[in-house]
C-alpha cells in the first residue's frame, strides 16, 4: 500500500516539476528574448566576457554566448553557421573568405601586442633589440649573449658568453602567428626558411604550452628568450625589451604604442579592415602588435537575430572600448573606429540595413 | 517458451535470457565503439594518407607552413617518453608494493596506501605545472649535471643542460605512472594466497626467497599493471607537453627537447584551418591508436613468455 502511494506521489512531484518548466519555458518567450552564440578567438576572450556582462545589464532581453574555442575553430564555426558571429586573431585569408558560404565582414574590436621577455641575470635595464637581431636569434644564428649585435644596442657590461635559449609557444596561437608575421616583415631569411604562421616549425628552441608555460620556462631557466601577449606580461610583471622600430625608435610596449601603431597604419589599412600592423611607421608605434575581429555574415537571415547582433558590435567598438584598458587591451585609435562603424552599417537582413 | 529463448538460456529463465543479452549488447558495443573510431579516424585522414601515403611514417618534418607533415619525431618521442617512464617507474612500483604488502608496519600501510591511491588521482595538469616550476628546476641543477659528468660519454646524456626535454618528459610520466602500477601491484600481491608464503616460509626461506616466489604467483597481473602504465604513459597529454620542449626532432641526446603525438594533437587541433593540416593530425590520432595498440600486443606477448617461464622457476624453488 504505501509502496504504491509513494510512486503516486513521486510521480506528482515529477509533474509539478515538469509543468513548472514549461512555464518557465514560456515566460521566457514572452520576454522576447533574442539569443546569440559566438564563438572563437582566446586572446580576446577576458574582454568579450566582460563585454557580455555589461551588455546583458543594459539589455537583459539579450542573452550573448561566447565561447573561446581558438581562432581556427572560430572561423570554422561561422563558416558552418552554426555560430551567430565568429572570432580570429588573424583575419580570415582569400581562400577561407572563397569557401565561405557567404560574404564575411570583418570588424575590429580591440588591439593586442607581443613582448620579447627575457631570463637575464645582472642587467640593470631593459633589453634593447633591433628587429634583424632578433629575428636571427629566433634563427639560430645568434647564438651567445655577448654576440656583437646585441652588445650594439646594450651598453651593458654583464652581457656574457653564455648560450641563448630561445622559447617559443609550442601549440598554434594567435600569438605566434603575430611574433612570425612580424619576423617575416623585417628578415627575407626568415620569410623564406620559416613564414609566418600560427604554428612554424621553430628552427631552435624549446616550447611552452601557452602563456604559462613560455613564462615558466623563462623563468626557470637561465639566459632564456621568448615572446608572451602584452596583457600576460603587464600582469606578471615580466622583464620586457624595446623594440627598434620602422621609424628607427626603441619604443617600451605600452598600451598607447599600440594604439600608435594602428593609427600610423590607418592610411594603408584596405577597405575590408583585413590588415596586419606589425613593423608599423610612427614614432611612438609598438612594432609587434595587430588587431583581434569578430566575423559576420554580410547578409544576415535572422532579421531580429541580426538586429541584436548589429547594436551589440556597434555598442562594443564605442561603450565597449572602455572596458579595454583595465585589461589590458589597446582600444581602437579613431580612424579605425569609423571604418568599423561603416562595416556594420553595410549589415543588412533581407536586402534592409539593419542600423 | 521460444526456442531462441532456450537457446540463449539454457536454464530457461526469462531473467537470465534477459541478463545474457544485455551483457552480450555491452560487449558488442565496445566493438562497435571501437570499430567506429577506427573507421572516423581513417576516414579523416584520407586527404593526408593519400598525399604523404608511407612517408608520412617516416618523414620527420613537420611544417604547417609549407604543408609538409612526418610523424616520425612524434612516434619516438611517444615511445622513447613512455620507455624511460617504464624503466623508472616499474622498479620504483615493485619496490612500493612488495612493502606495503609485506614488510610495513601496520600504522604505515594504511596512509601510505592511501596516499598512493590520492596520487593516482591527481589531475595531470597538477604534474605538470609542479613538473615545470620544481621538477625541471631539479633536474636542471642536480640531476643532468651529475648525468652529463659521469655518463657523458653516452650520446644520451650530452648537449646543453636546460631541464626542459626527454628525460624531464619521462621522469614526469615515471612519476604519473608509479602510483598506478603500484596501486594494482599491491593490489595483486595481496591476493596471492597466504599459504603460498607460509608454504615457502616453512620450507626455510628468506624474506626475499619468499618475496620472490609471491611476486611469480603474482606475474601475470603484474604485468596487467605495467601496461595500464605504459597505457597512461602513452596517452599522457598536459602534463608531458609542459615539460618535454614540444620540438619534433630525433635527437639522440635525452637532454634536448622532444614531442610526443598525444601533445601535438592537444595543441594544434584547436587552431589547424588547412584541410591537409587537420587530415594529418587526425592521422597523428589514427597512428597513437595504433601505435598504443602494437605496444600493448607487444607487452601482453612478452608478458605471456615471460609468466611461463617465472610461473616454472617459481614452482621449481
Known amino acids: ?355 | 517458451m521460444s526456442d531462441w529463448r532456450r537457446r540463449l538460456s539454457p536454464t530457461g529463465n526469462a531473467g537470465d535470457a534477459v541478463f545474457r543479452a544485455l551483457m552480450f549488447g555491452a560487449a558488442l558495443l565496445l566493438l562497435l565503439i571501437v570499430g567506429a573510431m577506427i573507421l572516423a579516424l581513417a576516414s579523416h585522414s584520407t586527404l593526408s594518407i593519400r598525399k604523404f601515403g608511407f612517408g608520412f611514417l617516416t618523414g620527420r618534418e613537420w611544417n604547417p607552413v609549407k604543408g609538409q607533415f612526418g610523424a616520425l619525431a612524434f612516434i619516438y618521442g611517444t615511445v622513447a617518453s613512455s620507455l624511460i617512464a617504464l624503466l623508472i617507474s616499474v622498479p620504483l612500483s615493485l619496490g612500493i608494493a612488495i612493502f606495503l604488502v609485506a614488510q610495513a608496519p601496520h600504522f604505515l600501510a594504511r596512509p601510505l596506501t592511501f596516499l598512493v591511491a590520492v596520487l593516482a588521482a591527481l589531475p595531470s595538469v597538477v604534474y605538470g605545472v609542479w613538473g615545470i616550476f620544481v621538477l625541471a628546476a631539479f633536474l636542471r641543477v642536480h640531476v643532468e649535471p651529475f648525468l652529463a659528468r659521469w655518463f657523458g660519454w653516452l650520446p644520451l646524456f650530452q648537449g646543453p643542460i636546460t631541464g626542459i626535454g626527454l628525460l624531464t618528459g619521462g621522469v614526469i610520466l615515471a612519476i604519473m605512472v608509479t602510483p598506478i602500477i603500484s596501486a594494482v601491484v599491491r593490489d595483486v600481491l595481496s591476493a596471492v594466497p597466504n599459504t603460498q608464503r607460509e608454504a615457502a616460509l616453512a620450507l626455510g626461506a628468506t624474506k626475499w626467497e619468499t618475496t620472490r616466489v609471491v611476486l611469480a604467483n603474482g606475474a601475470p597481473g603484474i604485468a596487467g599493471a605495467v601496461i595500464l602504465g605504459l597505457g597512461r604513459a602513452i596517452g599522457e597529454t598536459m602534463a608531458v607537453t609542459m615539460v618535454i620542449g614540444n620540438r619534433p626532432e630525433i635527437s639522440a641526446s635525452l637532454f634536448q627537447p622532444s614531442y610526443t603525438l598525444a601533445s601535438v594533437i592537444a595543441n594544434e587541433f584547436t587552431e589547424a584551418t588547412a584541410d591537409i593540416y587537420l587530415s594529418s593530425l587526425v592521422e597523428l590520432g589514427l597512428i597513437l591508436f595504433l601505435v598504443t595498440f602494437v605496444v600493448n600486443a607487444i607487452a601482453r606477448l612478452m608478458v605471456w613468455r615471460v609468466t611461463r617461464g617465472t610461473v616454472g622457476v617459481g614452482m621449481t624453488a
Open chain 1, 1 to 355: 500500500m504505501s509502496f504504491s502511494k509513494r510512486i503516486t506521489r513521486t510521480k506528482s512531484i515529477v509533474f509539478s516539476a515538469m509543468m513548472a518548466l514549461t512555464l518557465a519555458a514560456c515566460n521566457g518567450g514572452t520576454r522576447n528574448e533574442v539569443r546569440l552564440q559566438g564563438a572563437g578567438a582566446t586572446f580576446p576572450n577576458p574582454l568579450y566576457q566582460k563585454w557580455l556582462s555589461e551588455y546583458g545589464k543594459l539589455n537583459p532581453n539579450v542573452k550573448i554566448d561566447y565561447q573561446s574555442i581558438g581562432s581556427g575553430g572560430g572561423i570554422k564555426q561561422i563558416q558552418a553557421r552554426t555560430v551567430d558571429f565568429g572570432a580570429s586573431d588573424a583575419p580570415m585569408t582569400d581562400t577561407e573568405l572563397k569557401t565561405s558560404p557567404g560574404e564575411l565582414v570583418h570588424i575590429p574590436t580591440v588591439l593586442g601586442a607581443v613582448v620579447i621577455t627575457y631570463n637575464l641575470q645582472g642587467v640593470s635595464k631593459p633589453l634593447r633589440f633591433s628587429p634583424d637581431v632578433i629575428a636571427d636569434i629566433f634563427l639560430g644564428k645568434i647564438t651567445k649573449w655577448n654576440d656583437p649585435r646585441i652588445k650594439a644596442d646594450n651598453a651593458e657590461p654583464t652581457l656574457t658568453a653564455a648560450d641563448i635559449a630561445v622559447v617559443h609557444r609550442a601549440e598554434s596561437s594567435g600569438t605566434s602567428f603575430v611574433f612570425t608575421d612580424y619576423l617575416a616583415k623585417v628578415s627575407t631569411d626568415w620569410k623564406q626558411k620559416v613564414g609566418a604562421d600560427k604554428a612554424p616549425q621553430w628552427p631552435v628552441g624549446q616550447g611552452g604550452k601557452g602563456n604559462e608555460g613560455v613564462t615558466g620556462q623563462i623563468k626557470q631557466q637561465p639566459n632564456t628568450i621568448g615572446y608572451v601577449e602584452l596583457a600576460y606580461a603587464v600582469q606578471n610583471k615580466l622583464p620586457v625589451a624595446l623594440i627598434k622600430n620602422a621609424s628607427g625608435n626603441f619604443v617600451e610596449p605600452s598600451i598607447e604604442a599600440v594604439t600608435a601603431a594602428a593609427a600610423a597604419s590607418a592610411a594603408t589599412t584596405p577597405e575590408d579592415l583585413r590588415v596586419s600592423i606589425t613593423d608599423a611607421a610612427g614614432a611612438t608605434a609598438y612594432p609587434i602588435s595587430s588587431y583581434t575581429y569578430i566575423l559576420a555574415y554580410k547578409a544576415q537571415i535572422d532579421a531580429v537575430k541580426g538586429k541584436t547582433l548589429v547594436d551589440f558590435l556597434w555598442w562594443g567598438i564605442h561603450d565597449g572600448e572602455k572596458f579595454a584598458k583595465d585589461l589590458q587591451y589597446a582600444p581602437l585609435p579613431d580612424e579605425i573606429v569609423k571604418r568599423a562603424e561603416a562595416k556594420i552599417n553595410s549589415i543588412t537582413a533581407s536586402g534592409k540595413p539593419l542600423r
